[in-house]
C-alpha cells in the first residue's frame, strides 16, 4: 500500500511563493505528479518528475513552479513563485505504481489578489 502525505499549503498574496511537500516511502522508481483542482473545475495536472529526475510541467506553471525529488528523504517537492488568484486550488500528490493510481489527501493553496 502506497501513502502519499502532502503538506506546505496555506494562504498568500499573489506574487509570494509556497513550497508544498509529498512524503512517500519506496517511490524512487516511480515517477511522481501533482495535480490541482480548483472548485467547480476538473482536476489539472501541474507537473510531474520521473525517476531519473526528468520533469514537465503543465502550461499555466511553466516558469513559475518547480518539481523535484529528493529520494534519500522521500519526498517530491513543488516550488511555487509568482503565484497567481488562478493557483488557488487543492494541490494533490500522486502516482501509479503496478498500474494502481494512488493519491495523497491533498493541501489547501490559496492565493488572494
Known amino acids: 500500500q502506497v501513502q502519499l502525505v502532502e503538506s506546505g499549503g496555506g494562504f498568500v498574496q499573489a506574487g509570494d511563493s509556497l513550497r508544498l511537500s509529498c512524503v512517500a516511502s519506496g517511490l524512487s522508481s516511480y515517477a511522481v505528479g501533482w495535480f490541482r483542482q480548483a472548485p467547480g473545475k476538473e482536476r489539472e495536472w501541474v507537473a510531474t518528475?520521473?525517476?531519473?529526475?526528468?520533469?514537465d510541467y503543465g502550461d499555466s506553471v511553466k516558469g513559475r513552479f518547480t518539481i523535484w525529488r529528493e529520494n534519500d528523504k522521500n519526498t517530491v517537492y513543488l516550488q511555487m513563485n509568482s503565484l497567481k488568484p488562478e493557483d488557488t486550488a487543492v494541490y494533490y500528490c500522486h502516482t501509479v505504481v503496478r498500474g494502481t493510481k494512488y493519491w495523497g489527501q491533498g493541501t489547501q493553496v490559496t492565493v488572494s489578489s
Open positions: 518528475v520521473v525517476s531519473g529526475g526528468a520533469r
